[in-house]
Structures are given as structure tokens and as C-alpha cells.
């Protein structure tokens, strides 16, 4: 399997930024994804990087180094429900259709 | 449009029980992936077909599981006999050029 590390758990208070990490290990490397999941809800997809530096989209942002393995995904002044899980996918070019996703981030954001 | 339809969204069974998720991937899309979530393991990919084929089923737990898409606009997976642990939300997936849309997921528990 593909090596993708996120931390588990993080909190946040409403109005901040918060910002958070994804590793990768993987071979052909072909785009990173990043998708929301409520409780309860199906995974959604908020954003995709294929080329290194920062993709923006209204309050949510996404930055990718191919070069280290490394994303971020960056949520600006936060709203209670950005309360989520977070979940970093990375696809490789040997298997475009397929996504590999990390266990994903679970966000608390209190007032 | 439509996104992916699964059906049903609940179903509680008891053990030894046949049961038979179904699954509408979004008109267009040739890849197709079945999921399933729990807290304990996470999202894990179960099988994927391209243009209706089985492309890889290596994350099917065991022989109780088998998956089939007889055509483009539909795929079932199905767990004979089911047991307590098969309990989970199970995701299906479409996607064109790695974008993957999820359905609204079957929750399902086995008694």
C-alpha cells in the first residue's frame, strides 16, 4: 500500500486558521486530493493538486511539494461547520482511476 | 445531475444472511469503486472496475464478498453469508479522470 500520514485529531477555535499536514510515500506520483467527510455523510471533494505550490478556493487552500511528499491543507477563518473529518488521497500514474486515501483528520472547531 | 445513487441506505439483517447493496455510478463516469468505512479501519477500497471490468478486487476481505457490474449503469456487491463484523458503511464511488463522486453510503448492520 501507499505510505499517507495525517494527524488524527486536531481542535481549532472559530474565526482561526487552521492547517492540516499530509505525507506521502509513493511511486508515480500523479495528484493529491483532499476531500471533507461530516458525520454521517459521504466524503466530498474540496481540492486537487498535481503541480507543486498553493491552489486556492474561497477559505479552503491547498499546497503540495512533490519534491518532499508533502501537502497541507489550510482553512481560514473557521466556521463551526468546518467541523469534519479531513482526508488526504494521493493517485498514481499506474492507476489513474484509483485513490489512495490516509485515515483522515478528524477537525473540532469550538466557538 | 444526478450524482452516484445507492440503495438501500439502511439495512439491518441477521446473521447468515444474504445481502445485496446496489449501486447508479454518475452517467459518464468508467470507473466504479466500493468502499467500506469503519471507525476502527478507516475508508479501505474494496474492489474497482474500469468500463465494467474488475480491475482489482485484492481488498475484498474474504469469499463471502463478490461484486459484479453487468453494465455501465449499475454494480452490486454482495455478502454471503454475512456476519456481525461485516457491519459498516459501505461507499460506492464513481470517477472520470480520478475525480471520485461518492454515493451516500448503506449503512449496514449485522445482528
Known amino acids: 500500500g501507499q505510505n499517507i500520514d495525517q494527524p488524527t485529531e486536531m481542535t481549532a477555535t472559530e474565526g482561526a486558521i487552521v492547517q492540516i499536514n499530509c505525507t506521502y510515500q509513493?511511486?508515480?506520483?500523479?495528484?493529491l486530493f483532499w476531500y471533507q467527510q461530516h458525520a454521517g455523510e459521504a466524503p466530498t471533494f474540496l481540492s486537487y493538486?498535481?503541480?507543486?505550490g498553493l491552489e486556492e478556493k474561497g477559505r479552503f487552500s491547498s499546497f503540495l511539494s512533490r519534491s518532499k511528499g508533502y501537502s497541507y491543507l489550510l482553512l481560514k477563518e473557521l466556521q463551526m461547520k468546518d467541523s469534519a473529518s479531513y482526508l488526504c488521497?494521493?493517485?498514481?500514474?499506474?492507476?489513474?482511476?484509483?485513490?489512495?486515501f490516509g485515515r483522515g483528520t478528524q477537525l473540532t472547531v469550538w466557538p | 445531475d444526478a450524482g452516484v445513487i445507492q440503495s438501500p441506505r439502511h439495512e439491518v439483517t441477521e446473521m447468515g444472511q444474504e445481502v445485496t447493496l446496489r449501486c447508479k455510478p454518475i452517467?459518464?463516469?468508467?470507473?466504479l469503486f466500493w468502499y467500506r468505512q469503519t471507525m476502527m479501519r478507516g475508508l479501505e477500497l474494496l474492489i474497482y472496475?474500469?468500463?465494467?471490468?474488475?480491475?482489482?478486487d485484492s481488498g475484498m476481505p474474504e469469499d463471502r464478498f463478490s461484486a459484479k457490474m453487468p453494465n455501465a449503469s449499475f454494480s452490486t456487491l454482495k455478502i454471503q453469508p454475512s456476519e456481525p463484523r461485516d457491519s459498516a458503511v459501505y461507499f460506492c464511488?464513481?470517477?472520470?479522470?480520478?475525480?471520485?463522486?461518492f454515493g451516500p453510503g448503506t449503512r449496514l448492520t449485522v445482528l
Open positions: 493538486n498535481v503541480l507543486d
Open positions: 472496475f474500469n468500463n465494467n471490468v474488475p480491475i482489482d
Open positions: 509513493t511511486s508515480g506520483f500523479n495528484g
Open positions: 452517467s459518464g463516469h468508467d470507473y
Open positions: 464511488a464513481s470517477s472520470l479522470q480520478g475525480l471520485q463522486g
Open positions: 488521497a494521493v493517485r498514481r500514474g499506474s492507476t489513474l482511476g484509483r485513490l489512495y
